[in-house]
């Protein structure tokens, strides 16, 4: 890569204190960056801002990003996460400069911890987490020591090393940094860096019956992979102190004992990095916690992590959204300290955009209505053609069979119009999209009194080429042919909740109890046999209904299934 010039880089206050860093020298001029997920879940749209925000700051100044997984709790952690996440990147456009994992530093923060041990910064604690808690204090209440802070070094260094040979069971003793009981920042209470786990690891397997706390691998992590900024979310401003506490007693860089395990983990020079926070991203109808994405799924209220109607990646790329949408929406929502919702409506505008741009056109009806032209022979059948794209003539041409019966949408006829209604009704007019203008002439009925068909004229004058061919008539509307249309599963998703912060439980109520029923419904539909071909994961613009993907799972030609990625016009706007 070649040096970007700061000054052309978009402008937000991150980018603003990298600049300024550049120009004082600091880390010799480097960015180097990473994106750090804990594998315990699937990536959602938060995590997006996250990931656009720490590889475009490493681009935007020739620089590096990692991608590092925090799995330092393996309890709860999968390698199907492992896999999800890499994917979700590599979809959403991004590619890191090297993949690392916490566990692979495991040597490093075990010698990380003695060094704090000699120093006397840190001790072997023996309260349970009851008692962690009950000595800790309050917000307005300093807390207490712990009976054994003031074990001496070498009691320690015996104590934690019988720790990490296994000799004591889970929950039995942990391993806390002595900084003061009394600070008004709670994260600087003597809190763990390591507590007894005897859980099998998906890297380790059975070696480690101790894992270090986030905060202790978080900042030791950045450390020794040479990061320059370490970007996190606002709720990690509290543990600032405790990040350059620990590196600061620490002195990464000059550690003698860590070349060697640095050397043998692939890493080179370590740094000083610094930590800087940003609001992070939030969505109305949506809920971005871990927990309850995980309830969803378990619970059955979904169909998955990569339901449509999640916010996860996996999700939205099911759904049809285009990660180039997703991009633009977190560069246009900018990067602050101020936490705010942003209308789930604004990323879908960026959906529409980008797809607008990018999708073909089709023909499909959704709710499929028969129309005859009586004036045409039973076997009448043509090839009509039309673009692919009304305004991108290098998407080329496709040909759409016509024949006397077609399906129409449903609400395309009325029988008793509404005010303003400008398509089919007795005895009107309408023009067929691509064909000419038809004449309703007779309603035919089930036994129910339903409509089963309507009979039409086509006025072969106005067909295309023909002199009447520009006679003007209020409504266009689309078909497909009923002879050769295909079948295919259309699946119409909406908002996953039916009010705008789930999460609000003055009510009473909790998130739960706010789940739409209606957010997903299954149609079948009749597409024109283009349509049909559509590759998995393309997405078309089905004429006047919206933007639909073909499913990237169930998908078929035999059999297609699409979801529909937006309508073609916000329908929450309104209401």
């Given at each position: 890569?070649?040096?970007?010039?700061?000054a052309?880089?978009?402008?937000?206050?991150?980018?603003?204190i990298?600049i300024?860093?550049?120009?004082?020298?600091?880390?010799?001029?480097r960015?180097?960056?990473?994106?750090p997920p804990?594998?315990?879940?699937?990536?959602?749209?938060?995590?997006?801002?996250?990931?656009?925000?720490n590889?475009?700051?490493?681009?935007?100044?020739?620089?590096?990003?990692?991608?590092?997984?925090?799995?330092?709790?393996?309890?709860?952690?999968?390698?199907?996460?492992?896999?999800?996440?890499?994917?979700?990147?590599?979809?959403l456009?991004?590619?890191?400069d090297?993949?690392h994992?916490?566990?692979?530093?495991?040597?490093?923060?075990?010698?990380?911890?003695?060094?704090?041990?000699?120093d006397?910064?840190?001790f072997?604690?023996?309260?349970?987490?009851?008692?962690?808690?009950?000595?800790?204090?309050?917000?307005?209440?300093?807390?207490?020591?712990?009976?054994?802070?003031?074990?001496?070094?070498?009691?320690?260094?015996?104590?934690?090393?019988?720790?990490?040979a296994?000799?004591?069971?889970?929950?039995?003793?942990?391993?806390?940094?002595?900084?003061?009981?009394?600070?008004?920042?709670?994260?600087?209470?003597?809190p763990?860096?390591?507590?007894i786990?005897?859980?099998?690891?998906?890297?380790?397997?059975?070696?480690?019956?101790?894992?270090?706390?986030?905060?202790?691998?978080?900042?030791?992590?950045?450390?020794?992979?040479?990061?320059?900024?370490?970007?996190?979310?606002?709720?990690?401003?509290?543990?600032?102190?405790?990040?350059?506490?620990?590196?600061?007693q620490?002195?990464?860089p000059?550690?003698p004992?860590?070349?060697?395990?640095?050397?043998?983990?692939?890493?080179t020079?370590?740094?000083?990095?610094?930590?800087i926070?940003?609001?992070?991203?939030?969505?109305d109808?949506?809920?971005?916690?871990k927990?309850?994405l995980?309830?969803?799924?378990?619970?059955?209220?979904?169909?998955?992590?990569?339901?449509?109607?999640?916010?996860?990646?996996?999700?939205?790329?099911?759904?049809?959204?285009?990660?180039?949408a997703?991009?633009?929406?977190?560069?246009r929502?900018?990067?602050?300290?101020?936490?705010?919702?942003?209308?789930?409506?604004?990323?879908?505008?960026?959906?529409r955009?980008?797809?607008?741009?990018?999708?073909?056109?089709?023909?499909?009806?959704?709710?499929?209505?028969?129309l005859?032209?009586?004036?045409?022979?039973?076997?009448?059948?043509e090839?009509?053609?039309?673009?692919?794209?009304?305004?991108?003539?290098?998407?080329g041409?496709?040909k759409?069979?016509?024949?006397?019966?077609?399906?129409?949408?449903?609400d395309?006829?009325?029988e008793?119009?509404?005010?303003?209604?400008?398509?089919?009704?007795?005895?009107?007019?309408?023009?067929?999209?691509g064909?000419?203008?038809?004449?309703?002439?007779?309603?035919?009925?089930?036994?129910?009194?339903?409509?089963?068909?309507?009979?039409?004229?086509?006025?072969?004058?106005?067909?295309?080429?023909?002199?009447?061919?520009?006679?003007?008539?209020?409504?266009?509307?689309?078909?497909?042919?009923a002879?050769?249309?295909?079948?295919?599963?259309?699946?119409?998703?909406?908002?996953?909740?039916?009010c705008a912060?789930?999460?609000?439980?003055?009510d009473?109520?909790?998130?739960?109890?706010?789940?739409?029923?209606d957010?997903?419904?299954?149609?079948?539909a009749?597409?024109?046999?283009?349509?049909?071909?559509?590759?998995?994961?393309?997405?078309?613009?089905?004429?006047?209904?919206?933007?639909?993907?073909?499913?990237?799972?169930?998908?078929?030609?035999a059999?297609?299934?699409?979801?529909?990625?937006?309508?073609?016009?916000d329908s929450?706007?309104?209401?």
């Open positions: 890569m070649t040096d970007a010039a700061p052309a880089a978009p402008g937000n206050f991150i980018r603003q990298v300024a860093d550049r120009a004082a020298g600091k880390h010799d001029g960015v180097k960056t990473r994106f804990e594998p315990n879940g699937y990536l959602h749209l938060g995590h997006a801002k996250s990931i656009c925000l590889f475009g700051i490493a681009a935007d100044f020739a620089g590096t990003c990692n991608l590092r997984f925090d799995d330092t709790n393996p309890a709860k952690e999968d390698i199907e996460y492992v896999d999800a996440i890499k994917a979700d990147l590599h979809w456009g991004f590619e890191w090297s993949l994992h916490a566990s692979d530093y495991f040597e490093i923060l075990y010698l990380c911890a003695e060094k704090l041990i000699r006397g910064k840190a072997v604690c023996d309260l349970s987490a009851d008692e962690v808690r009950e000595y800790r204090g309050t917000l307005t209440e300093p807390g207490r020591n712990s009976p054994w802070r003031e074990r001496g070094v070498e009691e320690n260094l015996d104590l934690f090393r019988r720790m990490r296994g000799e004591f069971a889970d929950g039995a003793r942990t391993l806390r940094a002595k900084i003061d009981m009394a600070s008004g920042n709670i994260n600087l209470r003597d763990a860096l390591y507590r786990r005897k859980v099998s690891h998906q890297n380790t397997g059975d070696a480690w019956p101790i894992y270090p706390m986030y905060d202790y691998a978080h900042c030791v992590s950045d450390a020794v992979e040479g990061i320059t900024h370490s970007l996190c979310t606002l709720e990690f401003e509290d543990h600032r102190p405790l990040y350059d506490w620990c590196l600061d620490l002195d990464v000059n550690m004992e860590l070349v060697e395990p640095m050397r043998r983990a692939g890493l020079a370590a740094s000083r990095p610094q930590q926070e940003f609001a992070r991203g939030n969505l109808y949506t809920v971005m916690s927990r309850k995980m309830a969803l799924v378990s619970e059955r209220l979904v169909d998955g992590w990569d339901d449509p109607r999640m916010p996860t990646l996996a999700g939205v790329r099911r759904r049809g959204f285009p990660p180039a997703i991009r633009a929406f977190w560069e929502a900018g990067v602050t300290k101020q936490n705010s919702v942003i209308e789930f409506s604004v990323l879908e505008g960026c959906v955009e980008v797809l607008d741009a990018s999708a073909p056109r089709r023909m499909a009806v959704l709710d499929p209505l028969r005859v032209i009586t004036n045409l022979e039973a076997a009448h059948e090839s009509i053609e039309f673009p692919n794209h009304p305004k991108n003539a290098e998407l041409t496709r759409a069979p016509f024949s006397r019966e077609l399906w129409i949408e449903r395309d006829f009325f008793v119009p509404p005010k303003g209604f400008h398509r089919l009704v007795p005895g009107g007019e309408v023009r067929l999209r064909v000419g203008i038809v004449r309703c002439n007779e309603v035919v009925k089930n036994a129910d009194g339903s409509i089963a068909r309507v009979d039409c004229t086509l006025d072969p004058d106005t067909r295309t080429g023909m002199t009447g061919a520009d006679r003007k008539v209020k409504g266009t509307i689309h078909w497909v042919s002879r050769h249309a295909v079948a295919a599963e259309v699946r119409l998703y909406e908002r996953l909740f039916t912060d789930p999460d609000d439980t003055s009473g109520k909790t998130y739960a109890d706010h789940i739409n029923r957010s997903k419904r299954v149609v079948q009749w597409v024109e046999p283009v349509a049909a071909t559509t590759q998995r994961e393309h997405v078309v613009q089905f004429e006047r209904l919206g933007y639909f993907v073909a499913d990237r799972h169930d998908h078929a030609e059999k297609p299934v699409f979801n529909r990625a937006a309508t073609l016009r929450y706007a309104k209401a």
